[in-house]
Every structure is written in structure tokens, then in C-alpha cells.
């Protein structure tokens, strides 16, 4: 493995770790609160990317970087899904923007219902995560929607989620974000597969970044 593959894969892991307490969970007791920690939350990302040891931006963009774009946060894109869990321990490579393949296990299988279609995403789980019992946002969804390409990323949008205590796993689109490779051409960043891509609009979450 070149010192350069390395050195993304490692980088790779490392955001995905910093990323999973970034993109946590929004809890709250309503709608408005909810809506209301969600604008916070982007807040805190926007402002996060403009400090040079926290931004996924290159140089060139941070010049005149002002804020990520977004959809409205719509309370109907938080979602309760049925899962199912795989527990035979398979695997699945998912291949990057910069050409390696990680290996991922397959969680399990995330079913929901969006604009009266009955929907499903294959969830994911690092291997690190799976064996240190690692709870909080340890579940790793890559997709693309009908919005890709055009409003959205053409390479799709990510979620990372906590493991849920029951079968009921919130799929929260208003936290759909965009690979880093979007803003910085370093990044090596994860493809979804042909499994999960979605045929409706996602209109939640990161759009694309002009």
C-alpha cells in the first residue's frame, strides 16, 4: 500500500470518527426544537469550517466561504424505520472517489416509508466500531436520491446514525451531508452502492456546494 493510500485511508478514518460526533443524533422533545437544533447544528458546522484545523475546505474555498447550503429543515424527513439486523457478520467493499475499497459489515436493513413508497437502505458498520461496541454514531448510510446530480452531490450524501437500543432506527435526512471530496479533491471518500439509491427526491439535508 503507497505511502499516499495510506495516509487518505488513515485520514479517512480519522474524519469518519470526528465526523460521527459531528453529525450526532438531534434529540428533542417537538417539532419546533427540533427544527431549532438542527439550524444550531449547521451553525456550529458553518463555523467549524472556517477555522483552518477543522475545516474539510481547501485554501482556495475558504477564501470566501460564508456557509454550507441547505435545504429547509422539514420535520417529515426524520423518519422511524424498521431494522433489520444482519448478525452472521457479512461484508461488503464499498469502493472510494480515490479508487481503494473499505470494507464495511453489513449492519443491517433500514425500512421506511417517504412520499407513500415503501423505501429500503442497506446500513452499515466499521469493523472498529462493531467490535468496540461503539454506540453513538456507529451506523454508517451512504445513498443517492433522485436530487443527485442536480440540486444535490451526483456522488450522493451520507448519514451517520447511533446503534438504536429496539428495531426502530431514525433515518434523519435533514442530516444528510455531503462527502469531503466535495469540497477538497484530497479526500477519499466512500461510494454508495447500486443498493441504496433511492427513487425519490430527498429534499432535506446538504445540498450541493457551488
Known sequence: MSIRVTTLLVAFLT???HLSKAQG???ADNETEYIQKVKEWRQQKDANYKQEDKTML?????????GLNYYPVLYNYRIK???????????FEIKTTGGQVYEYLIYGQVSFNLHGKPLTLDVYQGKRAAKSGQKKGALFIPFTDLTSG???YGGGRYLVLDVP???TLIVDFNMAYNPYCVYNPDHSCPIPPR?????VKIEAGELMYP
Open 15 to 17: 474524519v469518519l470518527g
Open 25 to 27: 443524533f438531534i434529540y
Open 58 to 66: 481547501t485554501k482556495e474555498l475558504m477564501k470566501n466561504f460564508t
Open 81 to 91: 424505520g424498521q431494522l433489520k439486523r444482519f448478525n452472521d457478520g457479512r461484508t
Open 150 to 152: 442536480d440540486a444535490t
Open 165 to 167: 437500543e429496539n428495531d
Open 195 to 199: 443498493e441504496n439509491h433511492l427513487e
